[in-house]
C-alpha cells in the first residue's frame, strides 16, 4: 500500500494498513540499525525539527537518533531561550521553523491540540510539512503507542511483526489512565488489532466515563476495573503507566504506599496472568511503585528496553513515512 | 572581486563591492538550498563556534543549519552551564574554543563591543579565528542587516539581486531605534546603497541625536519623525521594530495600547505609501502591537518569512567568505 | 600491544603499556587534525552519549568535537530536563541510552564512583558498553590526567610522545589539592612515569594522608609541602590547579587575596625553578588567584592552551581505543 498520511496527531483515526505498513517499515529499519554503519541516506537534506515545548529528554533523544539514523539534519528548539518568553505565538515559532527549511516538525507541549494546531496552519499555507505529535497534554502520544505495538508484534513474530497478530489478546493498562495520553494512543491502536484492552486502577484515576472511548467498529473491547485480579486474570501483557507524584497533592491517591499495595505490579501478582505474561512501562519508572524493582529488572518478564530499543526504529519508519510523503506532495 | 574582510563586526564601513560580493555568494546558495541535497562540502574540517552569552533560539538555529549547510562542524556554547559562571573571563572561554581548534565564532552578548574584543584578541594572537557578530548590545546586528538587505534586493530582482537595485527608494524604520542593533545595521546599509532612510518612533526611543549616524559620503539620506506621516508617504518599504515590553517600565512608553494606536502598522495606515510597499519586522513579532494581525499575515504585503529564509542563505554566505578568506591568511 | 581495556574509570591502575599506546594512538590523532578534512570514519555508526550529570561546556566540547573527529554519533544528556527530576534512578537512565543504542558513555557526576557504577552494570548485563569517566566527585578525571600527560610528552619529543620522558622530572602541583580529582589522576599517571610529584598548598587543603597516595611500585615519589619554595626548587613543570571560591565559606582558607601572596605563581616565583620550567592549569583560570595574569598569557610558559588542544587528540584515542575494543568483545 501507499502511504498517504502527512501528519501523526494522533492514532484514534488511524487503519489496519496503516499499521501494517508502519510494522513493516519498521522492521526494515530494525535491520538497518543491525548493520555496521546504522545509516541510511533517506532524508538526506531533509530538515527536522525538535519543538519540545514541553522539556522530555528521553522522547527527544530517540527522536533526533531516528533522524540521525536517517541522515536528516535536526535542529532543536529549547523552550527555555526563546521567543515565547518574548511573547511570540506558538504559530509564529513554528512558521520561523519553516521559513528556515524545516519538513519536519516533531512537537511536544503540555497542551492537548498544539500539534494539530501548527499542522492545520502548515496546511492551510500548503507548506507540505509534516507534524508528528511527540505528546500533547493527555490526549495522545502516538509514537509511544506505535513502539508498544511494535515491541508486542516482534514478540509474537520477529521476522514478520503484523497487526493481526495481537488479536483475541488481553492486555491490561494500570495506574493512572485518567493523566495518560499514553493509555489513550494504546486504547486505540490495541481495540483496533483486535485485542481486548482493560484499565485498571483507583476510581479517580480510572473515571467511568473511559468507556466512551470504546470504538463500536473496533474488535477489540475496552473494559474497566478498579481492582486488579479481574484485569490481571488471563492477560497475556500488563502496561504500567507512570504515576505522577503530584497526582497527591491533587487528593487523587492517598499515599504512594498505599497505591503500590493495591496496585503495584510484582512477581506473584503475576500469577494470576497468562503463564508467558509480559510487563511493558512507558518510562520513566518510579521502582517500588508502578512496578517492584525486581519483577522490573527480570528480564522473563520485562519489555522495558525492548520498547525503548523499539523506539528508535518506529520513529525512523514514522519520519520516513511522513518525510516522503510530504515529498511528493510538493 | 576578492575577500578581505575576516570578521564582520558591523556594516559601518563596508563597500560598496563587499556588499555585493555578498549579495552574489548568498544568491548562489539559495540555489544550493533549493537542490536535492542542499549541502556543499566548503567548510569540511571546519569548526563552527556559537556563542551566545546572551540566549536566541532563532538566531542560533539559523546559524547553526546554515553552519551544517556547508558541512561544517558546529560546537555549541551554552552560557548557563559554563566556565563563566565559575569565574573564567570571557576572552579565556574564546581562547579556549580556539585551543580546541574553532576557526569561526559566532557571538552576541547583551554588551556591545564584546565580539570587537574577542575579534581584537584573535588577530594579536594571529590565530586567523573570524568573528562573527550576531547581535552585541544596542551596537549592531550585521547579519540582520544583511538578511533584510538580500530579501530587499531579491525582490526587486530575483535572479541578480545587486546593491544599486536600492537607489533612491524611501525606507521607513518604525519604533524602538534607540535600542535597536538591527535598526543601526540597516541605518548603515540602506544609507550606502543610495536609499533615504525615515526613522520614527515617540521621542523616547527615537532620541535628537540619531542625526550624527548621517554618513556624509553615504548617497542615501536619513530622518528623523515623531509622526508616522511624513515616514510612511510613499515609502516603499517599511520596516517594524520590536517593542520590548521592559521599556514601559524604564518609562519610556506610557502604554503598548498607547504606541499601537499611534505608531502600529495597519493596512490602513499602508494606503499613505507607495502601492506597491512591502513590510519587514525582524523578529519575533508581538502580534497587536507593532503590526497588525491581519497586516503581519498577508503574503501581498508581508516579507517576514522571505526575512527568516533569507536568513540561511546570507549566513551560510557570511561563514563561506570569512571561513574561507581566514584559510587562506593562515 | 592490544588494547584491551573497556573502560576509563581512573587512572590509578594503569600499566605502562597502556600509558604508551595512548601516546602513541593520541599522536596519530594529532596528524589527524592537522590534515584538510580533520575526520575519520572510525567510529561510524557508533553512538556516544555525554551524559554530564553535572555540567561542564569545557569537557562536553571537547568529548563532542572529539566524537565528531571520529564520525561517531553523538547524544547529549541534559540533566536540567531530564527523567532524574522524574523519579528515575541514574542506572535506569543509563539503560534507557543502552537501549536506544548507545555504544559509548561519557559520563561526569558530582559524586565519586557513579560512572563505576554504571561501568559495572553495564558488564553484569554484557552490554559491551564502554564508559569513560569525564570527572567524579573529588575521585579521579582520567582523561584530564591523560592530556596533561600528553602535553608534557609532546614537549619533551614532539614527534614520538612515550611515558618514558617523564623519568626522573620535578613536577609540583600547587593549591587545592585535597578537591582535585585532577590532582589525584595526575599522581598515577606521573609517579608511575618516573617523575617526583611535589604537592604544595596550604595544610588545609594539603592534608598528610596524601602520602598513603604514594604507589610502592611506582618509580616517581610523593612529597607533600605547605610552603612554596622546597616544591619549585629545581622543578621541570608546575600545574597550578582551580581555586574554588566556595573553598573559602567553608573555613578551608582566609582570603582569595591571602591564598594568592602565598601560593600564587608569578614570573618572579619561577625563578626557584628549572630555567625550562612550564606552567600548567586545568582550567577554568580564576587570573590573579592562582596563577598572574602576566603569566598565564606568557607563551615562554604557559601550556594552557597546549592542554586544551591535547584534549581533543587525547579523547580521540580514549573514544577509539573503548570503542574498538568493545566491539571486538561482542
Redesign the interface.
Known amino acids: 500500500m501507499t502511504w498517504t498520511r502527512h501528519h501523526v496527531l494522533g492514532l484514534k483515526d488511524w487503519t489496519v494498513d496503516e499499521y501494517d505498513t508502519l510494522l513493516q517499515t519498521a522492521s526494515s529499519f530494525r535491520e538497518v ?1 543491525s ?5 541510511v541516506p533517506a532524508l ?2 531533509v ?1 527536522v525539527t525538535n519543538m519540545f515545548f514541553e ?4 522522547t527527544r ?2 527522536f ?2 531516528a533522524a ?2 536517517l541522515s536528516a ?1 535536526i ?1 532543536n ?2 523552550p ?4 515565547l518568553t ?4 506558538i504559530l ?2 513554528a ?7 524545516t519538513n519536519l516538525m516533531v512537537i511536544r507541549h503540555r497542551q492537548a491540540g498544539v500539534p494539530h494546531a501548527i499542522a492545520q496552519e502548515m496546511d492551510r499555507l500548503q507548506t507540505g510539512v509534516g507534524v508528528l505529535n511527540a505528546g500533547d497534554g493527555q490526549h495522545e502520544h502516538p509514537s509511544q503507542g506505535l513502539l508498544d505495538l511494535f515491541t508486542l508484534c516482534c514478540l509474537l513474530d520477529f521476522d514478520n511483526p503484523r497487526f493481526a497478530l495481537l488479536k483475541g489478546k488481553k492486555i491490561a493498562i494500570v495506574g493512572d489512565i485518567l493523566h495518560s495520553r499514553v493509555a489513550r494512543s494504546n486504547i486505540w491502536s490495541l481495540t483496533a488489532s483486535g485485542a481486548d484492552v482493560h484499565l485498571v486502577g483507583p476510581p479517580t484515576l480510572v473515571p467511568e466515563w473511559f468507556k466512551e472511548m470504546q470504538n463500536e467498529s473496533h474488535e477489540g473491547k475496552l473494559f474497566l476495573h478498579w481492582e486488579l485480579k479481574p484485569a490481571l486474570e488471563k492477560a497475556d501483557f500488563v502496561m504500567t503507566l ?1 504515576l ?2 503530584e497526582r497527591m497533592t491533587d487528593y487523587l491517591l492517598p499515599s504512594l504506599r498505599e497505591y503500590n499495595q493495591q496496585y503495584g505490579i510484582t512477581h506473584s501478582r503475576l500469577e494470576l496472568c497468562h503463564p508467558d505474561v509480559k510487563i511493558l512501562h512507558p ?5 517500588g511503585v508502578e512496578i517492584s524493582s525486581e519483577l522490573m529488572d527480570d528480564p522473563n518478564f520485562s519489555l522495558i ?5 523499539s ?2 526504529a518506529v520513529r525512523m519508519a514514522l519520519l520516513f513515512l511522513i518525510g516522503t510523503s510530504s515529498e511528493k506532495s510538493l
Chains 1, 2, 3 share one sequence.
Open positions: 540499525l548493520s555496521r554503519t546504522k545509516k538526506q537534506g530538515v522539556p522530555s529528554t528521553r533523544s530517540s533526533e537518533l540521525k539514523r539534519d535542529l528548539f529549547a527555555g531561550n526563546s521567543s518574548k511573547g511570540e505565538t509564529d515559532t512558521k520561523t521553523y519553516l521559513a528556515m527549511g507512570r505522577q507524584k518510562g520513566p519508572v518510579n521502582r528496553q525492548q520498547q525503548v530499543t523506539g528508535i
